[in-house]
């Protein structure tokens, strides 16, 4: 089993539907937590594929939610946090740094009908706000590689599913 070798702690891979209408399946440490590579369906429909630590959503991972946004990227403890793509469902896309769950370092708006406003919304954000306007097309690149590998990590999954 790939997950055993990848993550450290899998101890089994297996499904398990919560009395709320969760349902998860994916990998499960000693502890009985998910831990490793996982797909998780809350009642309300937002779904989350990637990698989970001691049952929080840690690492890479796609989350979609059930008005249609979605975000592609790193997690730590269940937030958004570091670098990702964030798409509203409106259209409107952030790509960039996240911390605690909120925009906030550097990166780049592209609204609905492709531009990135005037001025440009580009430059360095605290808690999704854009305080100071600056070129970071390193930044944008950088989280454009993460949501890539994240969508490329869940697609793996996905297909090499027992």
Not at 75 to 93: E, I, N, P, S
Not at 121 to 142: A, S
Not at 146 to 161: K, P
Request: hydrophobic fraction near 30%; charge should be positive; aromatic fraction near 14%.
């Amino acid at each position: 089993m790939h997950a055993e070798t990848t993550y450290p702690g899998v101890v089994k891979t297996g499904a398990f539907s919560y009395p709320d209408g969760t349902k998860y399946f994916g990998d499960w440490n000693v502890k009985g937590e998910k831990h490793g590579m996982g797909r998780i369906k809350l009642p309300d429909c937002t779904r989350y594929h990637g990698t989970f630590l001691n049952n929080l959503c840690s690492g890479l991972g796609v989350m979609t939610f059930p008005d249609g946004a979605k975000y592609e990227g790193e997690l730590m403890q269940g937030w958004f946090h570091g670098y990702g793509v964030f798409w509203r469902a409106d259209g409107t896309k952030y790509e960039g740094e996240f911390r605690g769950g909120r925009i906030w370092g550097l990166g780049l708006v592209t609204f609905s009908d492709g531009t990135h406003g005037f001025p440009r919304h580009e430059g360095y954000f605290q808690d999704c706000r854009l305080l100071k306007r600056k070129p970071c097309i390193e930044m944008v690149q950088r989280a454009q590689k993460v949501a890539l590998m994240a969508r490329v990590q869940a697609q793996y999954d996905t297909e090499n599913a027992l």
